[in-house]
């Protein structure tokens, strides 16, 4: 099976609340993460990515948090808006300078009105 | 814009056709990838060429067959068409080991 998984398959979130989206992977020698969002119809949209040798990554209204002790992702989402809604993916290449990426399942997320 | 175009958008055909689908990247990237997304949302990597050769070649049924013309192509073509490779088909690009680039996919339907 696939190393990269997700722990809830949906997500409801109110409208101006923090979304946050988790992530495990099994593999330690995964050095590069990357998650992506997917609207319906469209391609996976680059998000964020980090990189092994650090903890915390932000970016605009999104911050990206690795535990690798407990080889552990998340995706936060500050202030969620309509917008946000749409399938979260995590993404992991399993050993330095691998072209491959592989996917975890995906997170629903529907944000309410 | 630059961007990683798909064609076909949307193909129906029947079962036991040959059909191709098409990509094109015009970001200058040295590396494509063909993904296939089942109904479950799941993305599983097809192939892979890097300046027209093919890196990653996963366990995908040989009626399945990538092409390469050069580095801003790859094409996908399938023969026998079956009911179950009916999907969503992705084409992505990176510059080497980078973060990718996705195409809008194409929705293949086999009846």
């Known amino acids: 099976g696939e190393s990269v998984g997700l722990h809830l398959p949906t997500l409801s979130v109110q409208e101006g609340d923090n979304s946050i989206i988790n992530c495990a992977y099994s593999?330690?020698?995964?050095?590069?993460f990357i998650w992506y969002k997917q609207e319906s119809g469209k391609g996976p949209q680059f998000i964020i990515d980090?990189?092994?040798?650090?903890d915390k990554r932000q970016g605009q209204r999104v911050t990206v948090l690795l535990n690798k002790t407990v080889k552990h992702l998340s995706l936060q989402i500050a202030a969620t808006q309509p917008g946000d809604s749409a399938v979260y993916f995590c993404?992991?290449?399993?050993?330095?300078?691998?072209?491959?990426?592989?996917f975890g399942a995906g997170t629903t997320v529907t944000v309410r009105a | 814009d630059t961007a990683v175009s798909q064609t076909p958008k949307y193909l129906v055909t029947q079962m036991g056709n040959d059909k191709s689908i098409k990509c094109e990247q015009n970001?200058?990237?040295?590396?494509m990838y063909w993904y296939k997304q089942d109904s479950k949302k799941f993305l599983k990597i097809m192939f892979s060429?890097?300046?027209?050769?093919?890196?990653i070649n996963e366990t995908v049924p040989n009626r399945f067959s990538p092409k390469s013309p050069d580095k801003a192509h790859l094409n996908l073509h399938i023969n026998s068409l079956e009911l179950g490779d009916s999907a969503v088909y992705f084409c992505?690009?990176?510059?080497?080991?980078?973060?990718?680039?996705f195409g809008s996919g194409t929705r293949l339907t086999v009846v």
């Open positions: 992505a690009s990176s510059q080497a080991t980078g973060d990718y680039t």
């Open positions: 993404a992991e290449k399993r050993k330095p300078n691998d072209y491959k990426l592989s």
């Open positions: 970001l200058g990237h040295d590396t």
């Open positions: 980090i990189r092994s040798n650090m």
């Open positions: 593999n330690s020698a995964s050095d590069y």
């Open positions: 060429y890097n300046n027209k050769e093919l890196i």
